[in-house]
């Protein structure tokens, strides 16, 4: 029993022991272990300060007056000469076009053969009226003093194949017109014609040529023979002043003259030659000459018969055609042929509009450049070699020496109302740009979105090009406000907006943080501010930004360590 | 010596059933995208959130949200939920938009494809994802080219997650860096899409900028009058395709009832037959909901077993108990009697010294002026 006890005590005594040290360790660790279990949050002070609301925005730089470079007619590009950014001067070469006529003038021309051919079936058709005309013989006569309507007709007939005649007669003549000046204009050297007095001619001044070579030669031969005899004249002259042998020497001298006479002889021989040939070939080149004359001659007189031919010609087709219009206008005035009257004078009027058309297009044409109007630098270029330009699109655009640029952002109805015109916008990356001024000049509906969205227009200045984007930053001027927070210290929920302040209240141990809400409101923002109003701050709080775990109003919070 | 082991493992089984119990509520406290209706309202309010999910072809645009929106107000008048905070700019509800997709990000140092939410309304009062630096956005702000990167993001195109106030550019439109997130992690998260780079942008970026498949989700916190409102008026008039949304109520979707629900549907959830692309939220959401629907069934079990076992018990004791229901009524009866006797004698007693008091009193009233007047004599 004592045992027991004892035993007993010692167990209630241990019991107490580590109960009391269990106690003093968590009374000592109490915070720090408190602390581990707390959340953590960061804070700043609620302090007075500027709110600047920046609109941001980005957009390219446009020419305020630009100069757009367009070619009127669909020409083919052979290459273009000038590169975006490159400076031009007036009268500079922008384009090379190939050197053909454009599509347009060859739609002119075909839409004119066409119209011309409608013309000529709406006259057949008339005619074929005129022919078919259901009209009695005895109306005929007694309107036209006893002729009768088959006479009428047959004239006409007579008529129409008479003007077709000449006309087919004029048209054969202008044909043989034609060839006999391609005649003329063939080179007469390569005409077949005169294919045997051009080979005489040759093979005689070959000839020629061949005795001219042989005196030549001949020449040559008798002046060295003359010159061997004066030589060896002068040694001679030596060994006879030395009183030498000169038997030797007058053998070879009498040798040396002979060849001479050799020679001159052969020259004298060459020169008759020469002179036969020079006759032969004179005689040759006279006759294929006159061979040549009197085919050119031939053609010319051809030439001038056609003419006269089609002049006479014309004019028989002309009396003709005269004739028939007299008896057409006969007959029109008896049959009612207006309908095709009108369909002839709609054919006319369309010739002459294809015709007018025609004409425009040749006044249009252009030379083988596109050149430059005015002095300026080139922001944009839509067409490469190759292509085919077309009368409505651009070929480029010029910026004018001297003309200013302008850029044009789409924001909300929202961001609009925060700008207002002649505010000077800032660059993003200012650094990267030089010297360069951004004001907005105007703030208009944005002709895509007119109801939800504004177009802010702004005038660029300075070391700019055309086609540049540029991100700007555009705001109202900064506004004072007595309480500003982060952004990230605004909380929300049903009872509003509102922050967490942190109050200490100071414990024997150490000072304790408590989370308190304080409803607010949000009066304006920046990027990353915002000014708030409450009744209950007086500036100067501690207010919590962040966490590491979610704060309740009325939660104890230990405070971050920086 | 049997009843005692029954005895203690139905106890320890209710004790694990208690265990799971609290485990559940915690797991779904632990979801802070779930929980925006406990943050939004005050104490004793009833407020819901509710999420809508669209397919990619549903056709939601901004537009029509702005029309639910115009809507709300509407209907909480006509159930007479008016505004009673002092603060004014308070609101009743609060709504959000996403849209999930892809974007390139380029940093003077880097270039980033990563994936991307674009976000309309107040997103971030949803998803209070936690910041390393910065501060959060919203679909409200005047501008619309802030971004909040994770800090894979960040280090990839910075080498810091120190860099709000820094400038990216989305297709060369520079967009400030509002704030840097941490992205969460584990087994379910990366499961979820969170597995790579996440940025998040305004809608508008992501639309005009990036690559995406349209809004996705609606999320909208209001007041909840009674159960259900909330999602009945969403569902009513979202105008969208029925089997083109799906709509859920995030409030109560880990309460017993829609976990028991979940457990009778096993086999039947992973059917789909919608296009509907979940966030990576909304992937997270579902995982726990699997988990917690397995851990229903066990709760089940545990309670179950509990339960059997005390009832066990009980008849046991029933039967072994050496009384009758009759003896115990008639000792009852008899001690009910018993009181109402000594409550009758207590009340009798009590008339007959009121009695008595007033006789005293009267034949005092009798005997007093003469004393008086005695004194008076004297």
């Known amino acids: ?562 | 010596m049997k009843k005692r082991i029954v005895g203690i493992s139905g106890a320890v089984s209710f004790v694990v059933f208690l265990m799971l119990f609290w485990a559940v509520r915690h797991v779904a406290a632990g979801i802070p995208e779930q929980q925006m209706a406990g943050r939004w309202s005050g104490e004793g309010e009833a407020a819901a959130q509710v999420s809508c999910f669209f397919s990619v072809n549903s056709g939601i645009t901004s537009d029509r949200i702005e029309e639910l929106e115009h809507s709300v107000d509407g209907a909480l008048a006509e159930a007479s939920v008016v505004q009673e905070s002092e603060n004014p700019g308070a609101r009743l509800w609060a709504d959000a938009y996403s849209a999930s997709g892809t974007i390139t990000m380029v940093s003077d140092r880097a270039s980033l494809e990563a994936d991307a939410v674009g976000i309309g309304g107040d997103f971030f009062l949803f998803h209070p994802l936690k910041l390393l630096s910065g501060s959060y956005f919203s679909g409200n702000d005047v501008m619309k080219d802030y971004c909040i990167i994770d800090e894979d993001a960040a280090w990839q195109l910075f080498g810091s997650s120190n860099v709000a106030g820094m400038y990216v550019y989305i297709n060369g439109i520079p967009h400030m860096v509002a704030g840097v997130a941490e992205r969460p992690r584990g087994r379910l998260e990366e499961g979820a899409g969170l597995d790579g780079p996440l940025v998040y942008v305004s809608y508008e970026s992501l639309e005009q900028l990036g690559q995406n498949h349209g809004i996705n989700c609606f999320e909208i916190v209001m007041p909840n009058p009674v159960t259900g409102f909330a999602e009945k008026f969403v569902r009513d008039n979202l105008g969208s395709d029925e089997r083109e949304t799906e709509v859920v109520e995030n409030t109560s979707r880990y309460s017993f009832l829609p976990r028991l629900k979940l457990v009778s549907r096993f086999g039947l959830r992973s059917m789909n037959g919608r296009a509907i692309i979940y966030p990576y939220w909304e992937n997270i959401a579902r995982g726990y909901e699997d988990i917690l629907a397995l851990v229903t069934l066990f709760e089940m079990v545990f309670l179950l077993y509990a339960v059997g076992t005390a009832s066990v018990l009980a008849v046991i004791w029933w039967r072994h108990k050496g009384w009758t229901v009759k003896e115990k009524a008639l000792l009852l009866k008899d001690k009910a009697e018993r009181f109402w006797e000594r409550a009758r004698e207590k009340r009798r007693e009590h008339r007959q010294e009121k009695k008595a008091g007033k006789m005293l009193e009267r034949s005092e009233n009798k005997t007093g002026p003469q004393e008086g007047q005695g004194g008076n004599l004297l």
Do not use: C, H
């Not at chain 1, 925005?57 to 490159?86: C, F």
């Not at chain 1, 001479?260 to 004179?282: G, I, K, P």
């Not at chain 1, 109805?413 to 907005?440: C, F, H, I, K, P």
């Not at chain 1, 540049?468 to 555009?474: A, E, F, G, R, Y």
């Open chain 1, 1 to 562: 029993m004592n045992e027991n006890g004892k035993n007993r005590r010692e167990w209630v005594k241990t019991a107490a022991i580590i109960f009391l040290s269990v106690m003093l360790v968590l009374t000592f660790f109490s915070n720090t272990i408190m602390n581990y279990s707390l959340p953590e949050v960061a804070t700043q002070y609620v302090q007075s300060g500027t709110i600047t609301a920046k609109i941001r925005g980005t957009g390219t730089v446009e020419s305020d007056d630009p100069y757009e470079v367009k070619v009127i007619q669909s020409r083919k590009v052979e290459s273009v000469a000038v590169k975006v950014g490159d400076q031009v001067q007036k009268g500079d070469v922008l384009l090379y076009l190939a050197d053909e006529e454009s599509e347009e003038l060859e739609t002119a021309r075909q839409e004119l053969k066409a119209a011309e051919k409608e013309l000529d079936s709406a006259w057949d058709g008339y005619y074929q009226g005129l022919l078919d005309a259901n009209v009695t013989d005895s109306g005929v006569q007694a309107a036209n003093g006893g002729v009768s309507m088959e006479t009428y007709r047959q004239q006409l007939t007579q008529a129409q194949n008479a003007y077709k005649d000449a006309q087919n007669r004029v048209d054969e003549i202008t044909e043989w017109k034609d060839a006999i000046g391609r005649q003329i204009d063939i080179d007469t050297n390569t005409d077949s014609s005169l294919g045997d007095e051009t080979e005489a001619y040759e093979k005689a001044e070959e000839a020629f040529q061949a005795a001219d070579s042989r005196k030549k030669q001949a020449e040559i031969a008798l002046q060295a023979a003359q010159a061997k005899v004066s030589g060896l004249e002068n040694n001679m002259q030596t060994v006879s002043d030395s009183d030498g042998d000169t038997s030797e020497l007058n053998k070879q001298i009498q040798t040396a003259q002979a060849e001479v006479r050799n020679a001159e002889n052969v020259l004298a021989e060459a020169e008759v030659e020469l002179q036969r040939r020079t006759v032969a070939r004179d005689e040759a080149k006279q006759t294929l000459e006159n061979k040549r004359n009197k085919i050119l001659g031939n053609l010319t007189s051809q030439s001038k018969y056609t003419e006269n031919d089609l002049a006479a010609a014309t004019e028989d087709a002309n009396q003709k055609k005269k004739a028939l219009d007299e008896l057409t206008a006969t007959l029109t005035g008896m049959f009612s042929l207006d309908g095709k009257k009108e369909a002839i004078d709609d054919a006319r009027e369309k010739v002459e509009e294809a015709q007018e058309k025609v004409d425009k297009e040749v006044e249009k044409s252009i030379g083988a450049t596109v050149t430059a109007d005015i002095a300026g630098t080139v922001s944009e270029i839509n067409i490469v070699a190759g292509n085919t330009t077309s009368a409505d699109t651009p070929v480029m655009k010029l910026q004018p020496e001297g003309k200013g640029y302008t850029m044009s952002i789409s924001v909300t109805n929202d961001q609009a109302r925060r700008v207002s015109v002649g505010d000077r916008a800032d660059l993003v990356n200012a650094w990267r740009y030089d010297d360069m001024e951004v004001t907005l000049a105007g703030i208009r509906p944005d002709p895509q979105d007119p109801g939800q969205k504004k177009l802010l227009t702004f005038n660029v200045s300075g070391s700019v090009v055309a086609g540049q984007t540029l991100n700007i930053s555009v705001g109202q001027q900064s506004s004072n406000f007595d309480y500003i927070v982060p952004n990230s210290a605004i909380r929300e929920d049903s009872n509003g907006k509102f922050i967490l302040v942190v109050e200490s209240k100071p414990t024997p141990l150490s000072t304790r943080y408590k989370a308190v809400r304080v409803d607010v409101e949000v009066i304006a923002s920046d990027d990353t501010q915002s000014a708030i109003n409450g009744a209950a701050l007086y500036g100067g709080e501690f207010v919590i930004t962040t966490s590491t775990q979610p704060v309740e109003p009325g939660q104890q919070v230990r405070l971050a360590d920086n």
